[in-house]
């Protein structure tokens, strides 16, 4: 049996082989002289044309349910629908046909090549539209602040490129929005920021309005908040000159002992005290008090201005004291003689000697007599009463006038004296 099976499958070998490779070459003629149809499925995007159709009747319009996009069928000859492809077709929708419920415009699906043959079967012909009222709005540009700026830092003024926007769309979009604002980041700041910002639009609960049927004539400005620094600054006077004889400078006093400063953060930063110095803060010659009104700005750095509020004219008092002249009563154990001639004896007709001691107030008001030293030069004095200058020691010496009375006795003349007595009572 497989003998017989090996025979007949072997038997006149070639001429099968042949048969079957012209029954291919046949079904491929017939195949390619019929050329028959097929069909082919795409999707494109629509083409929406002529919209200020709507724009000019004050409408505007939203596309509904995606229709935008339109799917469709192509039939033709396999050998030209094999060759194409989604971008051989064209799909427009023109704004002019709307119907009359202005809900729908018709679709119409072409081909760029072979359009005469090929048969377009679409799935959905018309584009649906919601289509309402148009208005425009024009709003002022508010500034929102992000962050805070550097210690002692503070916003002092904003700027904007453009400062209004005018918006167009849905009337019941429109009038959601209560705002347009940009919004410019200060964080840690110590100069001026700049920075392109979008504009926002929102609504009276600060919600962002989507602008996506929206048309804004500009949808960025450039914000500039310009950054100063505000500080506290003591101030410094420096006074100069020599007062008259007998006076001296002793302080100055003002209305106020800092100044509130702002402005360039690396000046400032940098300012410890606000030095003023003036011919007006001169006390040569000076006999009694000065004041001077010094107006502040002469005296600021540059790009340092004072601070809102802040007085522009302080006064300054420049205190100018007289001497004066205090009297203490020295005890007379305070005073030391020196050069008193030998033989000779003093002695004091009072317990105190009065010292008057003139200086400044601050020097001589706690002066009291008890601590007051004096010497006595008695050279040249001779047997008597007198009234001696004495000579202060320490720090009084050239501001002191004192003195003190004595009675200076010759002791032989004493003892003579008494000896005489003596024999006159015997």
């Known amino acids: 049996m497989l003998k017989k099976l090996t025979k007949i499958v072997t038997n006149n070998f070639g001429l099968k082989i042949l048969g079957i490779v012209f029954a291919i070459v046949l079904w491929m003629v017939v195949v390619n002289v019929e050329d028959p149809d097929k ?6 995007p629509v083409d929406v044309v002529n919209t200020d159709y709507l724009t000019d009747m004050g409408k505007t319009y939203e596309i509904l349910n995606d229709t935008d996009t339109i799917s469709f069928t192509v039939t033709g000859q396999r050998s030209i629908v094999e060759t194409l492809s989604a971008s ?15 809900s729908m415009v018709p679709i119409v ?66 009038e959601t929005i209560a705002a347009a604002q940009v919004t410019v980041d200060v964080s840690d700041a110590t100069e001026a920021v700049s920075a392109t910002a979008a504009i926002v639009l929102v609504d009276e609960n600060g919600s962002e309005v989507s602008q996506d049927r929206l048309t804004l004539d500009e949808t960025t400005s450039v914000v500039t908040a310009e950054i100063l620094m505000s500080k506290e600054v003591a101030l410094s006077f420096t006074v100069t000159g020599e007062p008259g004889d007998g006076y001296r400078y002793s302080d100055v006093e003002c209305d106020t002992d ?7 953060w690396a000046v400032l930063n ?4 606000l030095a003023i110095s003036s011919s007006q803060l001169s006390v040569a010659g000076a006999t009694e ?16 201005a004072l601070a809102d509020g802040q007085e522009s004219d302080i006064t300054v008092t420049i205190l100018i004291e007289s001497q004066s002249t205090v009297e203490v009563e020295m005890p007379v154990s305070n005073i030391t003689v020196s050069d008193l001639a030998d033989g000779l004896t003093l002695s004091y007709n009072s317990e105190t000697a009065t010292v008057l001691i003139t200086g400044y107030e601050e020097d001589i008001a706690s002066i009291q007599g008890g601590n007051v030293y004096a010497t006595l030069d008695a050279s040249g004095l001779e047997a008597g009463t007198y009234n001696v200058a004495l000579r202060l020691d320490d720090d009084y010496g050239e501001a ?13 003349s004493a003892s003579a004296d008494s000896s005489a007595s003596g024999n006159i009572a015997d």
């Open 39 to 44: 069909s082919v499925s795409f999707s494109i």
């Open 88 to 102: 051989d077709f064209k799909a427009v929708a023109n704004i002019e046909n709307i119907d009359d419920s202005m």
């Open 400 to 412: 002191a006038e004192a003195t003190v009375s004595v009675t200076i006795t010759d002791e032989e």
């Open 270 to 273: 940098a300012l410890d005290a």
């Open 289 to 304: 008090t000065l004041t001077a009104v010094i107006h502040l700005p002469d005296y600021l750095p540059e790009g340092i």
């Open 109 to 174: 699906v072409t081909a760029t090549s072979y359009s005469s043959q090929l048969e377009i079967v679409k799935r959905n012909s018309y584009l649906l539209l919601n289509v309402e009222n148009s208005i425009t709005a024009e709003y002022e540009i508010e500034i929102v602040v992000d962050g805070t700026p550097a210690t002692g830092c503070f916003v002092d003024t904003f700027g904007l490129s453009t400062d209004t926007v005018t918006v167009t769309g849905p009337e019941l979009v429109v």
């Open 258 to 264: 800092t100044v509130m400063l702002e402005g360039d």
